[in-house]
């Protein structure tokens, strides 16, 4: 799948596809999305930021990076809308398309995920308990073309994403499970769930993301029960139940720099894990490779960053890491 979605770079937009090696962060009580190179550490200032009563933000949550149609996706918490722009738009740019009004059934959206190769892209909608998917190039106030909402299934939505490898939706659920679906479900039951004493979920998960390496998913939790406090957990792909994670980092807050772990988003080539921290405003790169009471790799925070209570995270890749591959 993602020598199709490479193929797909380069047939459609070949200098988004290998130029770009950025993270995106929305900015909740800014209305603000910063941008800074992959690397940024410390008190580094954004090398962009959108902001401005033009360009629709309002209270920002979920955000996603489209390479292939080179767009930035952003869901809005208190406009319940979602608001599309050029990757690179920065300062007072307006959307170029607006998914907003009472036939969305957006209802406290919170996470989103494109799909690149099917064209459509998909809101995890807390207040709805829903995940609600549209064509890529939906605008106004258009209903869904599909929408997931069962009680059985879905518990205050936070996170989610499309796993295009599995055809699958993947929801973390602020009520303390993981659920999945097949990505072309439309009001049906999970086809499995994560879920139990053992995954050591205890207020979350929150955020979610798919290793698609290591087959894998990676979850932020507000209070992960084997080590304490805000945490990153790992868990198999498959089979979903009430298993134990793979491992874990958290603990001492002041070690990890875990405050509030929101959104999470992965660069499996590195092996390093982005983290928003909602309550530290910092945006923490931990590695894969460490678990337990462990330090991030970097940390992104200070007044010049202005972060200001992120809530998720992306990080886009060039395709040419040290060259060629």
Request: proline share 7%; glycine share 10%.
């Amino acid at each position: 799948m993602r020598g199709v979605v490479l193929a797909a770079c380069f047939l459609l937009a070949p200098i988004a596809c290998i130029a770009q090696d950025e993270i995106f962060v929305s900015n909740s009580n800014s209305n603000a999305i910063t941008v800074y190179t992959r690397t940024a550490n410390g008190n580094t200032p954004p090398i962009r930021v959108l902001t401005g009563p033009l360009t629709g933000l309002s209270s920002p949550s979920g955000i996603a990076v489209d390479l292939v149609n080179n767009e930035l996706y952003v869901v809005n918490l208190t406009a319940q809308s979602v608001t599309v722009y050029p990757r690179t738009a920065s300062g007072n740019t307006p959307p170029s398309r607006t998914v907003s009004g009472n036939l969305t059934t957006l209802e406290g959206p919170r996470g989103i995920s494109v799909d690149t190769v099917n064209g459509e892209f998909a809101v995890v909608n807390r207040a709805g308990f829903s995940v609600t998917t549209w064509a890529r190039t939906a605008t106004g106030n258009v209903a869904p073309l599909r929408a997931i909402r069962t009680p059985m299934g879905l518990s205050n939505p936070w996170g989610g994403l499309i796993d295009l490898v599995n055809d699958e939706i993947a929801v973390a659920n602020n009520g303390n499970f993981i659920s999945v679906f097949p990505r072309l479900n439309d009001g049906m039951t999970p086809s499995r769930v994560f879920s139990g004493s053992n995954t050591g979920f205890n207020g979350g998960p929150i955020g979610i993301a798919l290793d698609e390496v290591n087959n894998e998913y990676v979850v932020t939790s507000p209070n992960v029960q084997v080590l304490g406090q805000f945490g990153i957990l790992w868990f198999p792909r498959l089979p979903g139940g009430n298993v134990s994670p793979n491992r874990a980092i958290g603990g001492d807050n002041a070690t990890t720099q875990l405050f509030g772990a929101n959104g999470v988003a992965l660069d499996t080539r590195r092996g390093e894990i982005f983290v928003a921290n909602s309550l530290g405003n910092s945006i923490a790169v931990h590695s894969r490779f460490l678990t337990g009471v462990a330090p991030p790799q970097r940390l992104l925070i200070g007044a010049a960053t202005q972060i200001n209570n992120p809530q998720f995270v992306v990080v886009t890749l060039s395709l040419f890491a040290d060259g060629f591959e």
